[in-house]
């Protein structure tokens, strides 16, 4: 049988082995020969990445941070050419011409000035989803579901590779950053940041992210070691899956201890906080943020039960309190408009009277006290204590407990 086999096979004619390497070098060579316009030619059809459609500098530029090799660019020139990188980006990926180049490039340049201009994440995501909707909708060639993964890519891949590794300058574009025209006077900026070089802040108006100062304000803080830490020791950069700051980074950063006792008719509590986990204050960002310390106690064993009087401590600012929740602490930056009232916006503040946000690893005491109905007596109560993290300090709405501790008598 096995013999049958072997002569059949013999009868077909048969190539050499050489043949393949062969033709494969051929081409090879043949493509080193072949002109550029042609390749350009043919790359404007599919998938365009001709010299006219982006300068050399573009090319270059973009090339090094798709191989992650640092850029010998500074951080403002990069963010000028972004929107160029950017349409390189989608043209690699679809079949554009050189017009449609032109004007996607054009589109992002547009959307990029918008989203420089909002103050807040919120606000810049917002500007990015419209941006993206708006290629879509122009852009049929570009497959949807890669314009936001691509220029988040984009993003990242800037961030990663800014000149001289420098990742907290990379940061500190945006992460120091200030509305001008405004003056920090009664508090003084030295009042308000013993820590901060003076030079650093005065004239510049009121810092609404300064994440990058506190960092610098706090080296010899957390554990000695934290000069050595950068933005990214802790945060990956933005577009980053595994980057935004939820609930369960707060609790592994952030600590909450009570301690609860009786002497006659009052009810005296302590609460201690710490920022074990940010070098910079906490809560970092927008100045519009805060953690409050909120104190209730009730008569009984849960929060039915009326609630105790608040006799002494700090108190929650007018606009957060309700029935039981009065006692309290903020740590945050608080800010006034014209009119003297509270408000978390930047933009219609007119003045800034605190910065009692955390420092790193410092423990912070607070004592509040409660009153009982009655001096002696055996009436049971109850403390509920939380430190709870505010994305907008003049509202409950988007709050979220980080920590949570109950006291209960018997
Ligand atoms: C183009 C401006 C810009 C640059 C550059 C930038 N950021 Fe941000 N980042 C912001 C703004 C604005 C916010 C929103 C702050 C807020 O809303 O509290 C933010 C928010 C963040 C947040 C919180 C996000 C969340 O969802 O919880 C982290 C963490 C952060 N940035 C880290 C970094 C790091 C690390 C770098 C450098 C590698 C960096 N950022 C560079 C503008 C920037
Ligand atoms: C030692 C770790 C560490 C370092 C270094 C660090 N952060 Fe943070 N960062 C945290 C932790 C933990 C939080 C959450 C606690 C809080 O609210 O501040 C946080 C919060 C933030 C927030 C607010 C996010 C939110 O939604 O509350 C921003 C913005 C931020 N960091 C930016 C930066 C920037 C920019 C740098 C560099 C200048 C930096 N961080 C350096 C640990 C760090």
């Not at 010299?51 to 973009?62: I, N």
């Not at 899956?241 to 939820?246: G, N, P, R, T, Y």
């Not at 009692?356 to 509040?368: A, I, K, Q």
């Amino acid at each position: 049988m096995s013999d049958e086999r072997k002569d059949e096979s013999t009868d077909l004619p048969k190539s050499p082995k050489w043949i393949w390497p062969f033709w494969t070098a051929v081409f090879v060579v043949l493509a080193f020969l072949i002109p550029n316009s042609w390749i350009s030619d043919v790359k404007d059809v599919y998938g365009s990445d001709s010299a006219t459609a982006f300068s050399s500098e573009v090319a270059a530029l973009d090339d090094a941070l798709l191989k992650g090799r640092p850029v010998q660019k500074t951080w403002d020139e990069v963010q000028r050419l972004k929107p160029q990188i950017m349409a390189r980006r989608l043209a690699r990926i679809s079949k554009l011409s050189e017009t449609q180049v032109g004007e996607l490039t054009l589109l992002l340049r547009e959307s990029q000035n918008r989203i420089n201009a909002e103050a807040t994440e919120s606000g810049k995501r917002g500007q990015e989803k419209f941006r993206n909707e708006q290629i879509q909708s122009k852009f049929t060639r570009i497959h949807k579901a890669a314009i936001g993964p691509t220029l988040s890519k984009v993003e990242r891949d800037i961030v990663a590779n800014t000149p001289n590794g420098n990742v907290n300058a990379a940061c500190e574009n945006c992460h120091t950053s200030f509305m001008p025209n405004f003056d920090i006077v009664n508090p003084s900026p030295e009042d308000l940041w013993p820590r901060i070089p003076s030079k650093a802040l005065s004239g510049r108006g009121l810092p609404i992210l300064m994440d990058s100062l506190d960092l610098d304000a706090f080296k010899s803080g957390l554990g000695g070691e934290q000069s050595e830490f950068t933005c990214q020791t802790c945060h990956t950069s933005h577009g980053d899956k595994s980057f935004a700051v939820d609930i369960e980074k707060r609790r592994d950063a952030m600590g909450l201890w009570i301690e609860v006792y009786r002497i006659e008719d009052a009810v005296y509590v302590l609460a201690k906080v710490k920022n074990a986990g940010a070098s910079h204050r906490a809560p970092g960002g927008y100045i519009g943020r805060a953690y409050a310390v909120v104190v209730e106690a009730f008569e009984g064993d849960n929060r039915d039960g009326t609630p105790l009087p608040h006799f002494y401590g700090e108190r929650l600012p007018e606009v957060l309190r309700t029935d039981s929740m009065q006692a309290g602490t903020m740590f945050w930056r608080r800010m006034l408009d014209a009119e003297g009232n509270l408000t978390s916006d930047h933009r219609k503040a007119t003045k800034i009277t605190d910065d009692s946000r955390l420092l790193g690893d410092r423990f912070v005491d607070h004592r509040y006290v409660f009153k009982l109905p009655e001096p002696e007596g055996k009436t049971a109560y109850n403390v509920i204590v939380r430190l709870v993290y505010l994305p907008d300090y003049t509202t409950w709405e988007g709050s979220e407990d980080v920590e949570v501790r109950i006291f209960k008598t018997g």
